[in-house]
């Protein structure tokens, strides 16, 4: 970090926020980005512009920035720093760049005159945005450019160095299995005394630049027993107090003059405390498209059904290999432009399904009999070519009907592999496994499970699904017992991937096989499986969708400021009324004496799987109170988004939820068999 600022260097630009912000990360980031780039370079330049990014910055922008948008903004091109560009002499550049060497060097290369340019690429006025702190070496760099300096209208660090994905969530774009091996190829004991590695370096860096967008100075906790929550927790303290320092004008929330709200929390977690929801079955709509379609950077393509003009009826889609010609395929876009999809994301896939058909039945009861000439009650049995000649005649509705038609199509890909590999009887099968419990509420027999397990590792198609199912049994069970594990190996028969994820596992703190003792199962006798300790109400209404992940307990104990500082400590003694409640009411004296979350699990007494089952939830009052940031070194889950997205939803703080990276379970067992 340089040991000063570039405004205090060259007055040009700013280094945070300089008006209360709105709520939520991404409708800041957009509006930083408006106020402090857009805004100021319109001011100070009425031509055409252009924008100049880097492999880096321009996922930055595009997350939170559409090409419509920039043109709002008089941004008519978006040029790559590392190809060759065309000159635009009338138009002025906007650099938004990461602040590496390769980029510096390609920025100082684009103003330095040489044989093979005689004259400037772009318009006298420069302007030049970084999306973390500038070192003094590549600063150095920068003002030694005559060219480039004469020309300079503004240079600004911006302190957005992460992809804000969704409106309260952020990632680092730190996806790749190198990143994940540099975490934990040292393994994740506290014994390791390893220096921290460049990943856990840069992870803290960019934490900075997501703290310094909010405007929070948050207090640091991070879990005692995990090395890389510890490393990180205080990396960061150091690069925070740091910016903090050099960045004199900048403000935070619980300051002197900003007391409408606290100073935030900041809860450093890894991906190894909890290896287990990542690879459950979730069947709220988001995780299951990530799950079992293939989307890459938010885009998703899917098939549509093809009609037959001649008959008025569907025609399916043939079978792979059979000459058929395929039904038509679709590519979308599944992020906050969605509107659909950010009020459906979030539900149980049976839920979504309900909501769109209700919705187009709705649409095309009220509106087809008049397109049509029908009446309201044939409109039920329409065939797709009808609806599309209505769609013709009320062409007011041919937007939203593609909308619904799209999620449709989507969810019930989703369903169709969902019946295709049987998840119903899969997905209480991990239920029990995760929680200990049947579908009943009564503990579950480890004979009975082992049974179970193998008899579905016999009849699972693919290595990654007989994978997922034994990691599920040997994560929750904290291991193998030693007279079931050859029994198990042998019916799941694992491909080289997977047999080196599985013998990673342990570098991940997780035993293939129990210990003599030590264990719960071994205090039991092994007679049943082992339960969760804490156990927080997995806010479903379906039975096999019970299990509720560890970081929604954790949530819901920091709202309630009843974590315990002895597991989750603080960098810095924290205010008396955010320590946990003890006997003594000290920080570190013990555990909490209150329950874990205030908030009963009640398991249904149904034998059904997929339908509902009964929920009983104590009443949950609205907590007033400062940010919770949680970050989740290794990647996130979707179970864990959907956690925070209703812890406030149920009344409790703003909480911000990042990670290196989103993951699915393939990403997931793709990064341990990385593991060396």
């Not at 209480?428 to 049947?438: D, I, K, P, R, V």
């Not at 597991?567 to 000290?586: A, D, N, Q, R, W």
Request: hydrophobic content about 35%; glycine content about 6%.
């Amino acid at each position: 970090m340089p040991s000063y600022s570039i405004k205090e260097r060259l007055n040009h630009g700013s280094s945070g926020p300089t008006t209360v912000p709105v709520e939520g990360l991404l409708p800041i980031v957009q509006e930083r980005l408006q106020k402090e780039v857009f805004d100021k370079c319109s001011e100070k330049w009425k031509g055409d512009m252009l924008m100049v990014v880097d492999q880096a910055s321009v996922r930055i922008i595009s997350s939170a920035f559409g090409m419509y948008k920039l043109m709002e903004n008089r941004v008519y091109l978006v040029e790559q720093l590392w190809r060759p560009r065309a000159p635009y002499r009338k138009s002025a550049p906007i650099y938004f760049l990461t602040p590496s060497e390769d980029s510096i060097n390609r920025l100082v290369a684009d103003w330095t005159p040489s044989t093979k340019r005689k004259e400037a690429l772009y318009a006298d006025a420069i302007f030049v945005y970084f999306t973390s702190a500038l070192s003094d070496e590549l600063f150095a760099k920068i003002k030694a450019c005559k060219p480039l300096l004469k020309r300079l209208r503004a240079l600004g660090e911006l302190n957005i160095d992460f992809i804000a994905s969704q409106t309260r969530s952020f990632h680092l774009d730190m996806n790749s299995t190198e990143y994940f091996g540099q975490l934990y190829n040292g393994g994740n004991s506290l014994a390791n005394n390893a220096s921290p590695s460049w990943t856990e370096h840069k992870i803290a860096e960019k934490l900075v630049t997501v703290c310094a967008s909010l405007n929070e100075y948050p207090h640091i906790r991070y879990k005692a027993s995990s090395r890389i929550g510890t490393s990180v927790a205080r990396l960061f303290n150091e690069k925070f107090t740091n910016f903090i320092g050099t960045n004199s004008k900048w403000w935070y929330h619980g300051d002197t003059n900003h007391t409408e709200k606290g100073r935030a929390t900041l809860m450093i977690l890894s991906r190894s405390d909890d290896c287990l929801s990542p690879l459950i079955h979730e069947f709220t709509y988001e995780a299951m498209v990530h799950d079992l379609l293939n989307v890459e950077d938010d885009k998703i393509t899917f098939q549509t059904e093809k009609t037959n003009a001649s008959t008025n009826t569907n025609t399916p889609a043939p079978a792979v290999g059979n000459g058929g010609e395929a039904n038509p395929q679709k590519d979308a876009l599944l992020n906050e432009n969605d509107n659909l999809w950010v009020e459906l994301r979030a539900k149980h896939i049976a839920d979504v399904i309900q909501i769109l058909s209700t919705r187009i039945r709705d649409i095309v009861n009220s509106n087809t009999s008049v397109a049509l000439n029908t009446k309201a009650n044939n409109a039920k049995s329409l065939s797709l070519n009808q609806m599309a000649k209505a769609l013709k005649a009320l062409p007011e509705y041919r937007e939203v009907m593609s909308k619904l038609s799209q999620h449709m199509h989507i969810s019930h890909q989703c369903m169709s592999i969902f019946k295709k590999i049987n998840l119903l009887d899969l997905s209480e099968l991990e239920q029990t496994l995760a929680t200990g419990l049947n579908d009943e509420g009564r503990p579950a027999k480890v004979v009975e499970m082992v049974e179970e397990v193998v008899g579905h590792l016999n009849a699972m198609p693919d290595s990654a699904s007989r994978f997922r199912l034994l990691a599920i049994f040997i994560v929750s069970q904290k291991g193998l017992k030693p007279g079931d594990q050859s029994r198990l190996f042998t019916a799941a028969n694992l491909e080289e991937e997977e047999s080196m994820a599985l013998g990673n596992l342990d570098v991940l703190g997780i035993p293939l096989i129990q210990g003599m003792t030590g264990t719960r199962m071994s205090k039991l006798g092994g007679e049943r499986l082992a339960q969760r300790d804490s156990i927080a109400d997995s806010g479903s209404e379906y039975s096999s969708s019970r299990y509720a992940c560890t970081l929604k307990d954790v949530l819901s104990k920091m709202a309630h400021n009843e974590l315990s500082f002895d597991e989750y400590p603080s960098i810095y003694p924290m205010p008396e009324e955010s320590m946990v409640s003890t006997g003594s009411g000290g920080v570190g004296s013990g555990k909490s004496s209150v329950s874990a979350s205030g908030i009963a699990s009640v398991r249904g007494k149904t034998s059904s799987k997929f339908k509902s089952y009964s929920s009983s939830t104590s009443a949950v009052k609205k907590i007033d109170g400062s940010r919770q940031i949680v970050f989740m070194a290794g990647g996130a889950c979707y179970s864990e988004l959907r956690a925070a997205n209703e812890l406030m939803e149920k009344g409790g703080p703003e909480v911000i939820l990042g990670s290196t990276h989103f993951i699915d379970p393939s990403t997931f067992v793709k990064s341990i068999a990385s593991l060396k």
